[in-house]
Structure formats: structure tokens, C-alpha cells
């Protein structure tokens, strides 16, 4: 009998999903001028925030609330490594809720044997790693042209690696609330346009967000955006001492479960969504 | 285990959709006019059992319900009432055990990932199905005999013709080897080849007697080519279900057949059937209840000279579209149900 005829028995391994963790760099080389278009606009954002901080710095002195050039210079070029890699990627692989509903692939998440919720983690550990290496080149290349200076201690290098990691949670999970909307809205622009610009400003990517009034401070610093890149990068420049790191670690992880738990309602909710899409 | 743990059972099954009145849209003279909501039959007290084995036709028309039971039968939606089983699981509470058991495609949605090429789609669903790479590269192979995919899955999805890319679909259904085949309309859009080759794997699939394969098309040629059972549903509920040969007893006193005589034929008198109308050498004559197609054919050879009859009605299409016009006119009034 040939193989098509038998069906098979049921496996006897588990789906071996973090597979799927290759899925967003693969998507991008293949899309190899992307990668350079992403190169090319941390690169001037990077040359532009560097002419912007050394102009401001002559003229208001050695620092600026609190901080001087080469804190304020080393802050913006982790913040656009940080931000601008992931803004980028986001949507870049097409396997957004948005686009699957669009085009009513979406149903095909929902009869495979990997739920929905775990393919769309895998894929974003990927794009989280992916982002990571554009990180790690950047940081290194900055290092080498003195652009960006060392952590201050050993110590505070691994306390921005555990804040990044919850950082890349946090990243994570807020892109993925927001393109679950398409399951209510169908087309998720209008809320995928607002949550961009609330993580630009509010995360610190565009300007740190010391350099804001204190009550915009104080009530951006709490919410998960900042979690994102204000955090890990104000703990790497020591604008945040390793002593005083608990705290904001602790915010951080509690917005790691507090998004993952509304992630996880939303998912249900979804699933039943999914009868008025399609005929 | 019996025949049913390998099949399809659906029992009871009702699902309505809520709809809103459009009359009562919102307009700026009465702001605070609330719509109202009414509920669409989309599928009433549908039952139905696929047996292992066996190809079935789905047909219906256009929101007749045919992908709302598609859907509640490949656990995308959850009935109102009723229940289902495939392969002896609930199909929405049990979805991830039961993906392993069905393939599915869905008109020209694909599953493929569109910026990688064909072949590391395969392997993607390789990795989520966990199929022992032995088994994945044999039934690739195998599939790749009747599709030829081997020509073009080394090209990015987004780079295929539409013919190229529902065989690698239909490819990414089977890959895992499921007993239960669900394929909503797999050959709209094909040209004439492609479709061949589609029926070929099916035709395969068919004859082995190891799948349940549900098959909805408005294709009535390959609904004729594969479907030994036909079933049609209108207006959410099941008005036939049987043999593809029992379909045309459904519409017998509609059957008419088109008789063209070598010369005008003088006043027609048959024992079998009676004459419908005439025009010159061609005369459209009606079977007489209980008189099938070969006698009314013997006794008309044997008294006329007959250059051609064309048995209208009893292709699957003629008698679909009888079956819905009747439908239509015996219950206009439960026209507009929901689903598709």
C-alpha cells in the first residue's frame, strides 16, 4: 500500500514549534533589502541624535539633568537599537492577525495542532531574537567608534540583560494585544497607529523621558511601555543604580503577567471571533 | 474500533448568527434609534455521519450553510446545539488532538508562508504536526508523483501561480496524513490541467477506502468525477442526502428529454412519455412516472429515426438547479439565512 493510502498514526512527539523561532529572520533575507533599508535608518537616526546631543551640549554645559554627553548620546543609541529594530519588524513576516485576517488565512492558526497563542509566541521569541542580533551589532559597532560607552560595573551589564529580556516580553506582548483588535476591528491600522506613537514617546525611544516634566515622567514610568526601552537602557547608562534596580525589575515583570493574562483572554475571545470573518 | 471513531458524526447540529437590521441603521434624525438584532438560521437540526471510506459531495447554494457546517466540523465554530465527533473527538473542545486527524483547505486561502519557499512551508508544518522525518520526506514524495511540486518548491509562495500554489495547499493538507479530508472548494480558479491533476490525488485518495473526505465545490463535473454520495443543504438544512445515482429520482417529474428526429416527425404517440413541445425535427418529450431513460430511448429507436436525445435534467447540475428552484419556491419566506 503506498503512503497515501494508510493514514497515519497519531504522532508520538511533540509539535516541535520552536522551530518556528527561524520563521521572521528567514522571511527577512528574503527581503534582503529590507535588512539594509533597517541598517540604513538606525544609522542616520543614530548620526542625527549624536549631531543633535553634541549641539545641545555646547551649549548647556557638562549635563543636563543629570546626565552628561556621552550618558545622553549612549542612551539614544541603545534606544533606536532598541526601538527602531522592532518597529520595523513589526508585520514584516505578514503573520499578523491583521494580515491573516485580511486575506481569511487567519483560520488555518486554529486547526493545526499548535494553539494559535503558542505559534504567534514562538514566531515573536524570533522576531525578539532577531531584533537582539541588530542589538548586539549595533552595541558593538558603537562601542568600537566610542559612540557608546560601557556599562558601569559588571553588575549593571546583567541587570540590563534580565531588564531587556522582560523588556522584549513587554514589547512583545503589546504588539500582540494590539493586533488581536483585528479580531473586533477587523483591520487593526487605526489602533496599530496609536499604540506606535504611545511607544515611541512614552517608552523613552524618541526622547528619554527624564527630560519631561516630572508628572509626565512619573506617569510614563509606570506604564509598559517604558518597560521597553526606558528602563533597560537608564539601568545600562547607570541612570538607574543596580542598588535601586529591584523595583523596576519587579514593574516589569509584573506587566510580563498582567499583559500575558489580557493576552490570554483576548486569544479565547478571539477564537470565537472567528465566525463573522469569512464565508 | 468502529466505523464512526474513524469517520465524521454530526447530530442535531443548529447555528445561528446574529445579524442586524440594516433598515434600522443609524441616521442623524433619530440618533438614539437602537439596531436591532435578529438571529440567522445558518444550520437547523442538521444530521449527518461519513462513514471511513467514503466521498461526499457538500453542495448547496451560496449561503445554503455549507461552510458554517464546514466550519463547525473542523471545529472553527461551536454549534448552538447538537454535537460533533470526528474520528471520535469533539472537534472544538479537542481541537489541537483533532487537527492531527483532519487535512483542510479552504478555497484560495493558503496556509503557505508567503516568503519562503514552498518547500520550507512543508517543513514548517512538519515541525508543528512533529511527523518523523522519514514519514514527511515519503509522503512529500508521494504527493509530489501526482503534483509535481518538485518543479516549483524551491520558489517563494509569493512567486507561484495561483495553479502552483493550491497544489502546494492541497499538498500542506495531506502532508500529515489524515484520515478526514475537509476541502472547500479546492479547485476554484484552476485551469483545466490543474484541476486533473487535483483529481488524480483525490481519485487516489478515494479509492484506497481509508478517509472520510468531504468535498465542497459549485463544480458539479467534479462533483460527477468524485462523489459517489452527494448531500445537499439549503437554507441551513439537509434536502438531500444519498447516492450520486438517487439524486435525479429527487427531480423525476422534471426530466425532459430533448429528441431530435432525422425528418419532422408525424403526431407523436408514446407509450412511455408524453410531448412536452415541438418544433420541426425537435421534440421535448417528458418520461411518464415509473418509465426511465432506456425505455423511453428503446421505443423511440424503434419507430422513429433519431439523430440525437439529450436527457436534460438529469445532470447533476440540471437537477441542483431544479432542487434549489424548488426549495426557493417552497419556502421563500425563510430565504436570507446566514453562514455560507
Not at chain 2, 488524480?200 to 465545490?217: F, M, Q
Amino acid at each position: 500500500m503506498s503512503p497515501l493510502a494508510r493514514p497515519a498514526a497519531p504522532p508520538d512527539r511533540a509539535p516541535r514549534a520552536h522551530r518556528l523561532i527561524t520563521l521572521v529572520p528567514r522571511s527577512e533575507w528574503a527581503y534582503r533589502p529590507r535588512i539594509a533599508a533597517t541598517g540604513f535608518v538606525i544609522v542616520t537616526q543614530v548620526f542625527l541624535y549624536v549631531l543633535l546631543w553634541r549641539a545641545l551640549y555646547r551649549e548647556s554645559g557638562d549635563t543636563v539633568v543629570g546626565l552628561d554627553m556621552s550618558q545622553a548620546i549612549t542612551y539614544s543609541v541603545l534606544a533606536t537599537l532598541m526601538g527602531t529594530g522592532r518597529v520595523i519588524l513589526e508585520g514584516a513576516s505578514q503573520e499578523t492577525a491583521q494580515s491573516k485576517i485580511r486575506d481569511g488565512s487567519v483560520v488555518f492558526w486554529f486547526v493545526r495542532p499548535l494553539a494559535a497563542r503558542r505559534y504567534c509566541a514562538w514566531r515573536g521569541l524570533g522576531e525578539s531574537l532577531y531584533a537582539t542580533l541588530w542589538l548586539l551589532g549595533g552595541l558593538t559597532v558603537g562601542v568600537l567608534c566610542s559612540l557608546v560607552a560601557l556599562p558601569p560595573s559588571w553588575s549593571a551589564a546583567a541587570v540590563t540583560v534580565v531588564s531587556y529580556a522582560l523588556g522584549q516580553v513587554v514589547f512583545y506582548q503589546i504588539s500582540l494585544l494590539v493586533d488581536l483588535t483585528s479580531f473586533w476591528t477587523i483591520t487593526s491600522f487605526g489602533v496599530n497607529r496609536l499604540a506606535a506613537f504611545a511607544q515611541l514617546l512614552l517608552s523613552g525611544g524618541l526622547i528619554p523621558l527624564w527630560l519631561f516634566p516630572d508628572w509626565f515622567r512619573s506617569t510614563a514610568g509606570h506604564l509598559p511601555f517604558a518597560a521597553t526601552i526606558n528602563v533597560p537602557v537608564s539601568l545600562y547608562t547607570g541612570r538607574i543604580p543596580v542598588t535601586a534596580s529591584a523595583p523596576y525589575l519587579a514593574e516589569q515583570a509584573l506587566w510580563c503577567v498582567l499583559l500575558a493574562m489580557l493576552g490570554r483572554l483576548m486569544w479565547r475571545r478571539a477564537a470565537r471571533r472567528l465566525l463573522v470573518l469569512g464565508g | 474500533m468502529s466505523g464512526t471513531d474513524h469517520g465524521i458524526t454530526v447530530t442535531g447540529v443548529t447555528k445561528t448568527f446574529r445579524t442586524w437590521d440594516t433598515a434600522d441603521a443609524w441616521s442623524i434624525r433619530r440618533p438614539l434609534r437602537r439596531r436591532r438584532a435578529r438571529r440567522a438560521v445558518a444550520l437547523a437540526d442538521v444530521d449527518l455521519r461519513i462513514e471511513r471510506g467514503e466521498f461526499i459531495g457538500l453542495l448547496g447554494q451560496n449561503g445554503a450553510g455549507k461552510s458554517t457546517l464546514i466550519k463547525i466540523m473542523t471545529g472553527l465554530l461551536l454549534p448552538e446545539e447538537g454535537s460533533v465527533r470526528v474520528c471520535g473527538l469533539d472537534p472544538y473542545a479537542d481541537r489541537e488532538r483533532n487537527a492531527h486527524n483532519m487535512g483542510v483547505t479552504f478555497g484560495q486561502r493558503t496556509q503557505m508562508w508567503w516568503d519562503l519557499p514552498a518547500r520550507d512551508s512543508f517543513g514548517i508544518l512538519r515541525d508543528i504536526y512533529g511527523l518523523p522525518p522519514t514519514v514527511w520526506r515519503d509522503t512529500l514524495t508521494q504527493l509530489d508523483d501526482v503534483l509535481a511540486l518538485s518543479a516549483f518548491w524551491d520558489t517563494p509562495v509569493r512567486f507561484l501561480s495561483l495553479g502552483q500554489r493550491v497544489r502546494c495547499d492541497l499538498a500542506a493538507a495531506l502532508l500529515h496524513r489524515p484520515p478526514v479530508l475537509f476541502l472547500d472548494e479546492p479547485t476554484i480558479g484552476l485551469d483545466v490541467l490543474v484541476k486533473d491533476q487535483v483529481r488524480e490525488l483525490l481519485t487516489r485518495y478515494a479509492t484506497t477506502g481509508d478517509h472520510a473526505i468531504v468535498l465542497t465545490t459549485h463544480d458539479m463535473a467534479e462533483v460527477e468525477a468524485l462523489c459517489r454520495r452527494i448531500v445537499v443543504i439549503d437554507r441551513g438544512r439537509i434536502v438531500h442526502d444519498g447516492p450520486r445515482e438517487a439524486l435525479a429520482d429527487v427531480t423525476d417529474a422534471e426530466h425532459t428529454y430533448l429528441v431530435e428526429f432525422e425528418t419532422p416527425p408525424p403526431a407523436l404517440h408514446l407509450l412511455t412519455a408524453d410531448v412536452v413541445s415541438g418544433e420541426g425535427p425537435t421534440v421535448r418529450v417528458r418520461p411518464r412516472p415509473g418509465a426511465d431513460r432506456a425505455q423511453v430511448t428503446a421505443e423511440l429507436l424503434a419507430a422513429h429515426a433519431v439523430r440525437s436525445v439529450v436527457y436534460e435534467g438529469t445532470r447533476a447540475e440540471d437537477i441542483l438547479r431544479t432542487l434549489y428552484g424548488r426549495t426557493a419556491r417552497q419556502s421563500p419566506a425563510a430565504a436570507g439565512g446566514g453562514g455560507g
